[in-house]
Every structure is written in structure tokens, then in C-alpha cells.
């Protein structure tokens, strides 16, 4: 299984020699190691599900917080270090992290994510889980309170994800939450309040976006009520401590180096590596996934706020914004492979594949702009310090995106030396792509792609 030179050989998937010999050439030149015992349930999400902290927010596109733990333990870093995340989601480095004693940093694009990272893994004193305490106490007689009806028509943005009757409850939540005077309590209920609202909505998040889903929630403040016994029970049980706690900033990774500069002055600490999943060339659209929860928790005010932050993220969906790039050969080689087959296509479905048509350009875009990131990771990791990066390969019309050897590859043109490629799983790509092309089912990869800085 996984033998990606044997089925480059066999499928003749790449038309371009030249790219196909390189390709190959990176897979040989590489240690890639087979992980995948070890690692094969701990590259997705599901698992965090059940564990403290890391199961507030569910983030379906994040990794497991025994992978991470596992990454810190190999990186050998020391209390005086600290964990750099420039993609950090819902916050599952920083988390795990400051539960393991180490400060860290976090970047994400997307405002709500990195809210959510510094409120999981900021430090609580007792006399603020008092005042937690005391505000869960009201939650179950929000609905004894007079309080006139608010108008949902001020709310274009998100009133047809819900039933009104639930969109109700949880603006009544949120303008309870804003009369609340100690900010560290006021920011738990807020993350227990964005953790709820998928889940209260007629929505389900699929990706590429949101589907239909009726919401199987009646009674929202009972809903959030218990989540927010659950988020108490857990810093009941386990806290960071106040010299361990994460801190997490929304920009673009494109500004690591300036963060980690400024966060290691704050913390009289130095960088100890860099772990993190970034978005993978999948085509999936963060911001149309999280546009309610953006909306009804004010991170943005109107659809232009949405496509702002969306043009600033990794360009690794179809709508992003497409300009004509100065990549690498072997980027526009492959760029240019998908490009080639996409007639083919066309004349076997008989109609024209607008959204493949602009997968050439998103590619491009992706990895002009990992590079530009992974240039980032190399200046701000001292000399020995690693970078791990975990990702997926992926496809398009039968050409496989080696993303792994791709961003070794272009580690090594910014500072880096591949110290190996570790196989996690099998990636998965769509049912129709198996279809034509069935060798695509064993041979995608998700790794962990260990970089170390020169
Ligand atoms: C795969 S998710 C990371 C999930 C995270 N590891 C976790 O466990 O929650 C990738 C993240 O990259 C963010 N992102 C996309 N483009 C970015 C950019 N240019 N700079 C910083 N973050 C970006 C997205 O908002 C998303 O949260």
C-alpha cells in the first residue's frame, strides 16, 4: 500500500517527464517512515471530542491532541521554549501545550479561531471559576426573564440558518453574556456560546460550506447550559498554570516572524518548534464553513467582511483570489498537468467543469503562498529547532499533489533540511475521482512532513 513511485510508474500519471523524475527523485531523496500504527487515528478530530478543553469547539478540521502531544515529546523542548501553531484552528497545540507546561503562540486568519485558542489556553484563577459559577446559576432562568422580543430582521446575515425560536434564545445568551463584567468569565461564555451555535442552527458544516440540517435542538438555553457545565467540570479537574498559558493573534501567517519576535519578548522565552496542519489544496472554503458563528459572534458585519478575511487565507480553495503567480517549475508543471486533462474530462461529461477550470490557478496560489509561510517558520526557529507539519496529499482529474514532498521541497529552498516524511494514514479523495481513477485509493497519504531549521 502507499508505494507512491511503483503507482507513478504503473498509472503513468504524470505526462511531464521532467516533473515525474523529480517527483520521484524527492520520494527517494526523502526518509519517508511508516508511522501509520501509531499515527492512523490521530490526524483527525473525532477524538477530541471527549476530552477537556480540546472538545469545546468542535473543529472539524483539526488534528488530535495526542498528536500534538506526541510532536512536543519528540521536539524535546524545554520550559524556557515555546510552541509556535501559524495555523491554530480551534487552538489544539496551544492547549495541549500549556497542559503540558509550555507556553505558545498562535496565528489564524479567521478571527473567531484565534479568540477561541486564547480563551482555551489562558490561565483561571478560583475566584473567576466563582464567578462562572454564579453565571451558569442564571442561564436556566433566562427564560423567566421579561425580555421584550428581539427583532430578527435586524439580522440578515444569519436569520435563515435557524428557526427563529432558537435564533431567539441565542441572541437573548449572547446580550446576557455582554452584561457580564469579568472578561475572563465573559470570554468562557462566549466560547461556549460559538461552540453551540452549529449545533442550534439548521445547518451542517460539510466542508465546502453549510448544508441543511434541521437543528434537533429545542431548548437552547438548556443546550447551553450544559455546555457550559461541561467547560466548568473540565477547569475544575485540570488548569494551565498562569507561566504556561498560549496566546494567539488573527493576521496571516505571512506576519509570523514579526509575532514570534514580539511574543518572545513578552515572554522572555524562545522559540521551541513549530507544529501545525494548514490548510490542505482540497478546495474546502474556511470562511463559508464558520460565516455563521463569524456573524452572530461579530467578528464581521456584512458579506464583504467575510470575503476580506477570505482573500488574506492560503489560497487553498477555488475562490480565492486568483492572480498570475511567479511559482516554481515544478508548481506550474503540475498546475499545468490538471490544466491538460481537463478536456478529457469535459468531453466525457459533455459539459464544461467551471470548478476544475480553476484549480490550475489554486494550486499555484496554494504554493506560492505555503512557501512564503514555511519561509516564516524558517525565520523564526533558531538553528536545530524542527517544524512539523502535518498534511495531506491530494487530487485532481488522476495527478496526485505530493503537497508532503512539495513543502520539504520547499523548505529546503528557505532553510530547512527534510529530517523525514512520517505516513500518518490514507488521505481520501472523492468517490467520483475513484472511480476513473482507482489506484488514487491507495496511494494519497496524510504525513507529517519534519523539517529541521539549517
Ligand atoms: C487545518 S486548520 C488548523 C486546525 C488546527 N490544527 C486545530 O487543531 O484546530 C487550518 C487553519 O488555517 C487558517 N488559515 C488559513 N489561511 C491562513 C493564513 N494565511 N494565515 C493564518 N491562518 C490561516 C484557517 O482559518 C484554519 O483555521
Not at 300 to 318: C, G, H, Q
Not at 377 to 387: I, N, R
Amino acid at each position: 500500500m502507499l508505494n507512491l513511485i511503483e503507482n507513478i510508474n504503473k498509472y503513468d500519471i504524470y505526462q511531464n517527464e521532467k516533473l515525474k523524475d523529480f517527483i520521484i527523485s524527492l520520494e527517494k531523496k526523502y526518509p519517508v517512515v511508516d508511522e501509520i500504527e501509531l499515527f492512523k487515528n490521530e490526524v483527525n478530530f473525532s477524538k477530541n471530542a471527549s476530552i477537556a478543553y480540546h472538545g469545546w469547539f468542535k473543529y472539524r478540521e483539526g488534528y488530535s491532541h495526542a498528536l500534538v502531544r506526541e510532536l512536543i515529546k519528540r521536539s524535546r523542548i524545554t520550559t524556557e521554549e515555546f510552541v509556535i501553531d501559524p495555523f491554530c484552528g480551534s487552538g489544539t497545540t496551544l492547549v495541549e501545550a500549556a497542559l503540558n507546561g509550555h507556553h505558545g503562540l498562535g496565528v489564524d486568519i479567521n478571527p473567531m479561531s484565534a479568540y477561541i485558542s486564547r480563551v482555551k489556553s489562558n490561565n483561571y484563577s478560583d475566584s473567576d471559576l466563582d464567578i462562572l459559577s454564579e453565571n451558569i446559576d442564571a442561564i436556566p432562568h433566562l427564560n423567566e426573564e421579561n425580555i421584550e422580543p428581539i427583532d430578527l430582521e435586524e439580522f440578515p446575515l444569519i436569520r435563515k440558518y435557524f428557526k427563529d425560536t432558537n435564533l431567539q434564545q441565542l441572541l437573548t445568551i449572547k446580550f446576557y453574556i455582554q452584561t457580564i463584567k469579568n472578561q475572563k468569565v465573559k470570554d468562557l461564555f462566549m466560547t461556549g456560546f460559538l461552540s453551540i451555535i452549529e449545533d442550534c442552527s439548521d445547518r451542517k458544516r460539510d466542508g465546502n460550506g453549510l448544508k441543511k440540517a434541521v437543528s434537533k435542538v429545542e431548548d437552547v438555553y438548556n443546550y447551553f447550559y450544559q455546555k457550559m457545565l461541561s467547560i466548568q467540570s473540565d477547569l475544575r479537574i485540570i488548569r494551565v498554570k498562569s507561566d504556561a498559558t498560549g496566546w494567539a493573534v488573527s493576521d496571516s501567517s505571512l506576519n509570523l516572524k514579526h509575532h514570534v519576535d514580539l511574543y518572545s519578548y513578552k515572554t522572555q522565552k524562545t522559540p521551541g518548534a513549530i507544529i501545525f496542519s494548514p490548510p490542505y489544496a482540497n478546495s474546502f472554503d474556511y470562511f463559508e464553513s464558520y460565516k455563521m458563528e463569524l456573524a452572530i459572534g461579530d467578528f464581521i458585519e456584512t458579506t464583504s467582511d467575510l470575503k476580506k478575511l477570505r482573500d488574506r487565507a492560503v489560497r487553498s480553495f477555488v475562490s480565492g483570489v486568483s492572480l498570475s503567480l511567479d511559482v516554481d517549475y515544478y508548481i506550474e508543471a503540475i498546475a499545468q498537468e490538471i490544466e491538460d486533462s481537463i478536456p478529457e474530462k469535459e468531453s466525457i461529461t459533455g459539459r464544461k467543469d467551471h470548478r476544475t477550470r480553476k484549480v490550475p490557478k489554486m494550486i499555484k496560489g496554494y504554493f506560492y503562498d505555503m512557501k512564503k509561510i514555511v519561509e516564516q517558520c524558517a525565520l523564526s526557529l533558531p538553528k536545530g529547532k524542527k517544524c512539523y507539519i502535518v498534511v495531506d496529499q491530494s487530487s485532481y482529474l488522476g495527478k496526485i499533489i505530493p503537497t508532503d514532498l512539495f513543502l520539504g521541497y520547499l523548505g529546503e529552498e528557505v532553510g530547512f533540511k527534510v529530517s523525514e516524511i512520517i505516513i500518518c494514514r490514507r488521505a481520501k479523495t472523492s468517490g467520483q475521482q475513484i472511480q476513473r481513477f482507482p489506484y488514487l485509493s491507495e496511494s494519497l497519504r496524510e504525513s507529517i512532513v519534519v523539517l529541521e531549521k539549517l
